[in-house]
């Protein structure tokens, strides 16, 4: 059997110089989807100039991700041995609609909602710079994740893809870019990045009483990624035709998915 979604959308945005150092900019999106529904998300941006070297910049959002046909769709039946009796079990994952499914606590999946926030400043006062600092957050609601396998009474086990957390996406980011002439032929152009960011599940909902995500798997969720990233370039132009860079990443601890991080049993690699 096959899988389709039509889905439509209509966008605006519009922008205004209130004065020669403010500016307003405003956006709006409605789109349909014909499994799901529809979603009216918007945006209110704003920038500032403080003076002729500052700037300052915000801006409110709103988002959303539609369930895929993919987390709405597959079922899947596989049979394995269970460890203890040595007898064969199914465990099956399995769409939201199906009456199994749906007898455990699945429900109709709907969007991922997410509401973003950021606030920057932009300093280009220096002799041959510019320093850029922005803040942001995000957090995301009804976050699709699928749940830890369901024992069954009849034997075996299920699982579905539900919407499960809320999570919440902080970080600041800091650029500065400069550049030196060596010459009339030779040009160089630096830039230094620099990225800290964190990621917090802040809420779970439960399935028949049930939290569907493991605290391994939240673990996971906060630690997989590195919370620092440092990146510095520079790009030589020499003379026209020819151009030389140099990259280099640096990236900080973050932890794999084997075992817990508080637990020194457990065989937790430090990445």
């Known amino acids: 059997w ?8 209509i966008y605006a945005d519009a922008e205004y110089n209130v004065s020669d150092d403010f500016l307003l900019q405003t956006a709006v999106r409605y789109e349909d989807f014909s499994d799901f529904g529809s ?11 403080l003076t002729d070297d500052v700037v300052m910049r915000a801006s409110v ?19 394995t041995f269970d460890g203890t009796t040595g007898l064969q079990v199914e465990e099956g994952l399995l769409r939201p609609n199906n009456p199994v499914a749906i007898a455990n606590g699945a429900k109709p999946l709907k969007e991922e909602e997410s ?3 950021s606030l920057g400043l932009t300093y280009s006062g220096f002799e041959n710079g510019n320093l ?14 699928r749940t830890g396998d369901i024992a069954l009474e009849a034997g075996g086990s299920v699982s579905f893809f539900t919407n499960a957390l809320d999570v919440e996406h902080q970080g600041l980011d800091v650029v500065y870019t400069t550049s030196i002439d060596w010459s009339n032929a030779l040009e160089s152009k630096f830039t230094f990045a ?33 919370e620092n990233r440092f990146v510095a370039t520079a790009v ?21 998915e084997r075992g817990t991080i508080n637990d020194p049993t457990a065989p937790t690699a430090l990445v």
């Not at 030589?236 to 932890?255: C, K, L, P, S, W």
Request: proline share 4%.
């Open 2 to 9: 096959g899988i389709s979604r039509d889905n439509y959308a």
């Open 39 to 49: 979603t009216v998300n918007g945006k209110l941006a704003t920038r500032y100039n």
């Open 61 to 79: 959002s709103t988002g959303f991700h539609a369930p895929t046909p993919g987390q709405a769709n597959v079922s899947t039946i596989i049979t």
């Open 115 to 117: 509401v973003s926030l």
């Open 132 to 145: 850029a600092v922005d803040f942001y957050q995000t957090q995301v609601d009804d976050r699709i994740y």
């Open 194 to 226: 620099y990225n800290h960011n964190t990621i917090d599940v802040v809420g779970q909902s439960a399935v028949n009483g049930i939290l569907p995500v493991s605290v391994s798997a939240i673990e996971d969720i906060e630690n997989n990624y590195p």
């Open 236 to 256: 030589t132009d020499i003379a026209d035709d020819y151009q030389v860079m140099v990259r280099a990443n640096f990236y900080g601890e973050h932890y794999d």
